[in-house]
């Protein structure tokens, strides 16, 4: 079998080749503005951020706050949730806050979620309903509003917003942040917004530094 060239034209190239194609010229083009990049980037990392993102393609934590890698922890699922049966969430979690000692914890969701337009529904989707169930309990909370919306588009975009605080209220109630902020840890969570259509961050304006907003129920004395 014949070797593609990195120099092919992509219309050559298979899907699958075009992206080791780009890898290479990944490394290519990084190389040529900094010779230690990588050997830089490998002594290790010291993010001041972890990420909690939806997984939508569309929404790349690095790119789209301007940062490089090594500056932001990332943790991705559908529809950016903290449930806290999730044993991969709360390792990432743990790790975050007490490994790394990330400063900031973000939840940052997006307008236009397919997982949260999915849970607006009442057409099975199969395995995924199960998560979906998450975002539907945000309903649930909040149906008063939400029932009272009339546009779907909206309705839809300000879930997306509760699900986001709720989702910030299940991080804020975690033992693991629970316990740094008892320890007297600089953490503070936030709560975001990504709109696609215009690149920008929507600061939904609940964030925590201490747990003394946080639910009786859940703090850590």
Not at 55 to 65: C, F, H, K, L, M
Request: with cysteine; glycine share 6%; proline share 3%.
């Amino acid at each position: 079998m014949c070797a593609i060239k990195d120099d092919a034209p992509s219309s050559e190239l298979s899907l699958y080749e075009q992206l080791l194609a780009g890898n290479r010229a990944f490394v290519k083009e990084t190389l040529e503005k900094d010779p230690l990049y990588f050997e830089t980037l490998a002594k290790g990392q010291k993010p001041p951020v972890l990420w909690i993102g939806c997984a939508d393609s569309r929404v790349p934590a690095n790119q789209i706050t301007h940062t490089k890698p090594g500056e932001v922890f990332v943790h991705r699922n559908i529809a950016n949730m903290v449930v806290h049966s999730d044993m991969n969430m709360l390792s990432v979690l743990d790790y975050a806050v007490n490994i790394l000692e990330v400063q900031h914890v973000i939840v940052c969701g997006h307008y236009g979620c397919g997982g949260v337009i999915a849970a607006l529904g009442n057409v099975e989707n199969g395995i995924v309903d199960n998560w979906l169930r998450h975002i539907k309990d945000v309903y649930r909370l909040h149906a008063v509003e939400l029932d009272a919306i009339t546009d779907e588009k909206q309705k839809a975009d300000r879930l997306v917003e509760l699900n986001v605080i709720e989702n910030v209220n299940n991080l804020t109630a975690t033992s693991i942040v629970q316990k740094a902020w008892k320890n007297g840890k600089n953490l503070h969570v936030h709560g975001w917004v990504y709109t696609l259509n215009t690149g920008f961050i929507k600061d939904l304006k609940v964030s925590f530094s201490n747990n003394s907003n946080v639910d009786a129920v859940f703090k850590i004395k």
